[in-house]
Structures are given as C-alpha cells and as structure tokens.
C-alpha cells in the first residue's frame, strides 16, 4: 500500500522537519564556506567516470542541481522535496529539469532513464526501500542505479566537523551499511553489479587528497577508511519474451586456420531468430581464405559471409566483422577450435535470459585437455585473472579467451566511447572487457572445456604478449581503477 493512500503520522512528522531542515540548509548555502566543497568536487569526479556524458539522468535527492548537471546529460531531470533547494537548482541550471517532490512518490515523472543517480540520500530517507521501489518503475532492463552514502565509520568525525562549523548540519541519520543497502536493492527488485569505497581525504589538502581519493582508498586495509561507499546496481534479469528472440551473428578471426574451416560451419549450430557466419581472413600464409570460399559454397543454406582483412591484429579483424554484422548478439569464435562452437548457445542464453549483458569465457576452471596450453602460460593467465578482477571490480577470471559475447547495441556504446581509452589493444579483448567495465555491464563468467589445437599453431607468443598483457595491467590501473 503506498503511503499516499495510507497517512502515517510518524512519516509526516519525520519529512516535515527534514523540509524545513533542508529550506534552511538551501539558503545557508547561499554565503556558506565550509570544507565540504572539496568532497563534493571529488563526488562529482566519480559520478562523471561512472556516466557517459549525453543519457537520460535522474537524479532523486538533486539539491541545487549541480552534480547533475556536471554530468552532461541529454535529458537531465532533478528532483528534491526542498521548494528552497528547487528553486536554486533552477536559477543555476536553466538548462535542466527539476521538480519538487518527495522521494517516496515519485508519480509525477512518467518517462524512464538510462541512470538514475541518489547521491547522500538514502540515509536521510524513512523508508529506503519505497523509494526503490519508486524508482523501479522509472527504471528500462537497461537502466542503472548509482548511489554514494556516508560509511558509519565516519559518523563521530562527522559530527565533529558539524560542530566546529566545518561542515552541512545534518539531522540524526539512517547509517546503512552496504550489506544493508545491498539487501534493501533485492527486496526492490535490483541486483548490485559493484561496489567501491571513496573519498578518503575530503579536506582541501591538494597533494594528500589526491594520493588518498585516487589511490590509497583502492589498496587494502585504506579502503576501510572511504568515508562515502558508492553502488551500482541494474534491476534484476528479465528475459527475452518469447517471439522476440534476437538474431545473432558470429565473427570468426581465421588466420592460418584452412584446416578448421570445414568443421566450423559444420558445427556452429543455429541460435535464436536465426545465425550468421562472417569469417575475417587476416593475412594468412597458407589457403586459409580459399578454404572459406570453398566451405561457403558447399552450405548454400547457412548465412555466411567472408571478408579479408586490410589492417592487422585480431582486435582489428573483429572490428571488421563487427561493422559488417546484422545480428542483434555478437559473439566470436575463434578459428582454432579450441573453444567448440557448440558451447555457444550457453553464451547466447546469458543474454538471452537476462542474467548478464556480457558474457566472458573462461578456460581455467575446468581441466583442459592436456596440450592445450603450456604450464606456463596456465600460471600468467591465473595471475592476470587476479588482477583484472581487481582492476574491473568484477569477475574476469579469464582476459584472453577468444569467446566474447554482448549485445549490438552495447558493442556500439562501447564503440562511440573508445576514445575514452583510445587504440590500444590489438588482441580486441581488452577494448570490449574495459569498454564492458566502463559502461558498467553486468560481466558474466563462462567456463568452457577448453581443447587442443588440431590444426595449426597458435598465433600467441608467450613472453611477448605476457609483456603486453602487463601493459594491459598498468592501462586499466591508470584509465578505470586510479581515477
């Protein structure tokens, strides 16, 4: 039962004293110097790595509107319960949107976001998960929720810096912990995709602040000591309806691969509406190119397609085959065989049933076959699990296996965003797993049997592309882990 067909007296009573709490905060604000600016400023840092600039935002507790528009919103909308604090968001950002309203009712908007952003709210609020539940229904599949609260470990030194007159009076608060939010998000239907502690240093101590908010509060046991915990979480897996299965097309980098070609579309089998088979051939030394004509000609009644590669790298031939798919899934398989391609339908029923929106194969969980890779490389690529899982903030056990598959749609996000890292990767693995973490996909493990090789050799050099895979390392800690 809502709360507007059920008054509650305590509930009134609570936000009619946080409104007049708020009201004089607003025009306090107005000549206030205090030392909260620079928190605010590091707050406003995080959002902006965490939001592609031109989406639909929402933000739901906005104030005088300047985190959100910071954020460069196509569609930027502002809600607060303050008529004080609306008033000058409005006056700074005639730009945006903003409306008063309470958080508990949030009946007057009637469009959805691609964010939706509670910025220090949810410990003011009486009923957390109402106000989740209200934003649940101004949430798409795709949406997602991005909300910071103070940790309680800051409670004391808080108050202290309210009393000494260097901080925001605050009313008594809520002090959820993230187990508690975590749990307040299920029951209103989200799942967490990842969490991160912030703000170590909030004082305007330029050279401390920054080695404290960018890297101490990343390394254990300074994480602890993040005075805001931030979350992003989606709203819970919704499969694809029945009738509304996608198309998929699956890119296959082949160089030096003749011998596999006939196997691949003998075994690719069909998913969803329907399958396509683009073939890349990269500057092969054997008939690798001549075998695909060949195998196409003989399977008339399979969409496949082959193209040969002008540039170089595998990276550069998914590209390709990517600007060439119609497909609404992408997938690769490479051409070596060592991933089956009958183990791709697992991949397209992660997406398809909603339980991640990028699906990462994974060689290292099952036994492999004996010759499939050396001890060695078995060690490097356990270690770079470790680290990437680290540096993502999500389980990537495994960076270099050639399976990978994600939504077109999310592929083109990741595309139009690629400045942000740059071309940086020719393998093509690391600019969709950092793009993925970037856009903060829900990043799925698969674990697969992995096989010997058949035919051919492989095309990894160890020492060399271990070299690079540090590089890797180095790069996300820079562009997605230090920032």
């Known amino acids: 039962m809502s709360l507007g067909s059920n008054p509650n007296i305590a509930f009134f009573g609570y936000q009619k004293a946080r409104i007049g709490h708020w009201d004089g ?18 707050l406003a840092e995080v959002y902006h790595f ?33 008529v004080e604090m609306i008033e000058r968001a409005r006056q700074r950002h005639p730009d945006l949107r903003f409306v008063q309203a309470d958080a508990h009712d949030l009946s007057l908007l009637d469009e959805s976001f691609d964010v939706i952003i509670l910025s220090d709210l949810v410990n003011d609020l009486w009923d957390v998960q109402t106000v989740l539940e209200q934003v649940a229904k101004l949430a798409t599949p795709r949406t997602r929720i991005l909300l910071n ?48 502690a912030e703000v170590m240093w909030p004082l305007p101590l330029p ?9 101490l509060v990343r390394l ?25 299965e996608p198309t998929v097309s699956v890119i296959v980098p082949a160089r030096n691969e003749a011998g596999n070609i006939p196997s691949i579309l003998a075994r690719t089998p069909q998913m ?3 399958t396509e088979l683009i073939f890349v051939e990269g500057h092969s030394s054997d008939n690798t190119f001549e075998a695909i004509e060949q195998e196409i ?8 397609r082959a193209m ?6 595998k990276g550069d031939a998914v590209r390709l085959g990517y600007a060439e798919a119609k497909g609404g899934i992408l997938m690769i398989l490479d051409a070596d065989m060592t991933v089956p391609p009958e183990d791709l339908p697992r991949f397209y029923e992660v997406l398809r049933s909603g339980k991640g929106e990028f699906a990462n194969g994974v060689r290292l969980v099952y036994p492999m076959e004996k010759q499939a890779m050396q001890f060695m490389n078995l060690l490097g690529n356990k270690f770079f699990s470790l680290a990437f899982s680290w540096l993502l903030g999500q389980s990537v056990k495994d960076t270099l296996c050639g399976t990978k598959v994600l939504w077109k749609t999310d592929y083109e996000r990741i595309a139009a965003n690629r400045s942000y890292f740059g071309d940086f990767d020719p393998f093509g693995d690391f600019d969709l797993l950092f793009g993925a973490a970037k856009l903060n996909l829900k990043i799925v493990d698969m674990p697969i049997r992995y096989r010997e090789r058949k035919y051919g050799t492989t095309n990894i050099q160890r020492w060399k592309h271990g070299l690079l895979l540090l590089r890797m390392v180095v790069f996300a800690a820079r562009r997605i882990k230090f920032v």
């Open 25 to 42: 905060v607003a025009r306090q604000l107005d000549g206030w110097s205090g030392w909260g600016g620079r928190y605010h400023r590091r």
């Open 50 to 82: 965490l939001v592609t600039p031109g989406q639909r935002v929402l933000e739901i507790g906005c104030a005088r509107g300047d985190l959100l528009a910071a954020l460069a919103p196509s569609v930027g909308i502002g809600v607060d319960f303050s």
């Open 149 to 196: 609260s103070y940790s309680r470990l800051w409670e004391l030194p808080l108050a202290l810096a309210e009393r000494l007159g260097l901080g925001r009076p605050a009313l008594y608060q809520n002090w959820l912990t993230v187990d508690d939010m975590a749990n307040l998000l299920r029951l209103a239907n989200f799942e967490v995709i990842q969490q991160r």
């Open 207 to 215: 050279l401390l602040g920054a080695l404290a908010n960018r890297y």
């Open 220 to 244: 254990w046991p300074f994480r602890v000591l993040g005075l805001t915990n931030f979350i992003i979480a989606r709203p819970m897996a919704q499969p694809v309806p029945k009738g509304q």
């Open 272 to 274: 969803g509406k329907g």
């Open 297 to 304: 000609a003989k399977h008339p009644e399979l969409d496949c």
């Open 308 to 313: 040969r590669q002008t540039g170089k790298g």
